[in-house]
Nanobody, 117 residues
Framework: QVQLVESGGGLVQSGGSLRLSCVAS????????MSWYRQAPGSERELVAV?????NYADSVKGRFTISRDNAKNEVYLQMNSLKPEDTAVYYC?????????????WGQGTQVTVSS
C-alpha cells in the first residue's frame, strides 16, 4: 500500500519559518523523484521544489525554501523561511518514477500552511 503522509503545516506570521515533512512507504523511495507542490484557494496546483537527479525551485521561492531528502528514512522535507502571505496554500508531497516500461506518480493528502500578515 503506497502512502505519502505530510506533516508540519500550521499558522505562522509573515517572515517566520516552517518545516514540512513527508514520510513515504510502499515503494522504492530512492528510485523516485520527490517534489513539493502547493495549491491556494481558486488557484492551480503549482510545483514548488524538486529533489531528483538535480534540485530545482520555483522562482517565487528561490532563496527562501530548501528541499532535502533522507533515503534511509524514506522522508522528504521542505524548509520554508521568510514566509509571505502569498505562500498560504495546501502543500502536497509528490513521488514520481519514469522507467522504460512504466511510470508511477503518487500524492499525499496535503498539509495546510497559513501565513498571516
Amino acid at each position: 500500500q503506497v502512502q505519502l503522509v505530510e506533516s508540519g503545516g500550521g499558522l505562522v506570521q509573515s517572515g517566520g519559518s516552517l518545516r514540512l515533512s513527508c514520510v513515504a512507504s510502499g515503494f522504492t523511495f530512492s528510485n523516485f523523484a520527490m517534489s513539493w507542490y502547493r495549491q491556494a484557494p481558486g488557484s492551480e496546483r503549482e510545483l514548488v521544489a524538486v529533489a531528483g537527479v538535480s534540485t530545482n525551485y520555483a522562482d517565487s521561492v528561490k532563496g527562501r525554501f530548501t528541499i532535502s531528502r533522507d533515503n534511509a528514512k524514506n522522508e522528504v522535507y521542505l524548509q520554508m523561511n521568510s514566509l509571505k502571505p502569498e505562500d498560504t496554500a495546501v502543500y502536497y508531497c509528490n513521488a514520481y518514477y519514469k522507467g522504460w516500461a512504466a511510470s508511477q506518480n503518487y500524492w499525499g493528502q496535503g498539509t495546510q500552511v497559513t501565513v498571516s500578515s
